[in-house]
């Protein structure tokens, strides 16, 4: 019996097109239920991390239920408090997380 499965890898290097949009981010804090392009920012950087594995999050400007599961997901991987909203210290960890790529593992 095979089980496929995605594991995230850090990539060796981020490019200077993901440094530049993560710079792009508002400094404000977002939680669930908000919109505007602030929200629009963190979704494409959301995206530009990889941790979608091939599951695009839409970049509408909501922050709904699938920009919510993201950030907990980011806020998992990278060991901070999961509380489904970006405030500063998981904005900060966005601009200085690099990409992560999806492997797909077999066992």
């Given at each position: 019996?095979?089980?496929?499965t995605?594991?995230?890898?850090?990539?060796?290097?981020?490019?200077?097109?993901?440094?530049?949009?993560?710079?792009?981010?508002?400094?404000?804090?977002?939680?669930?239920?908000?919109?505007?392009?602030?929200?629009?920012?963190?979704?494409?950087?959301?995206?530009?991390?990889?941790?979608?594995?091939?599951?695009?999050?839409?970049?509408?400007?909501?922050?709904?239920?699938?920009?919510?599961?993201?950030?907990?997901?980011?806020?998992?991987?990278?060991?901070?408090t999961?509380?489904?909203?970006?405030?500063?210290?998981?904005?900060?960890?966005?601009?200085?997380?690099?990409?992560?790529?999806?492997?797909?593992?077999?066992?």
């Amino acid at each position: 019996m095979s089980l496929a499965t995605s594991v995230l890898w850090p990539m060796s290097s981020a490019s200077a097109d993901v440094a530049t949009s993560a710079a792009m981010l508002c400094d404000v804090d977002l939680e669930y239920g908000e919109s505007g392009s602030c929200v629009e920012r963190l979704q494409r950087r959301l995206n530009e991390l990889g941790l979608n594995c091939g599951n695009q999050l839409g970049t509408d400007g909501v922050f709904g239920a699938a920009t919510r599961m993201r950030v907990f997901a980011f806020q998992g991987r990278n060991r901070l408090t999961m509380t489904g909203d970006v405030g500063s210290v998981t904005r900060s960890s966005t601009c200085r997380e690099r990409p992560w790529r999806c492997r797909s593992t077999t066992r």
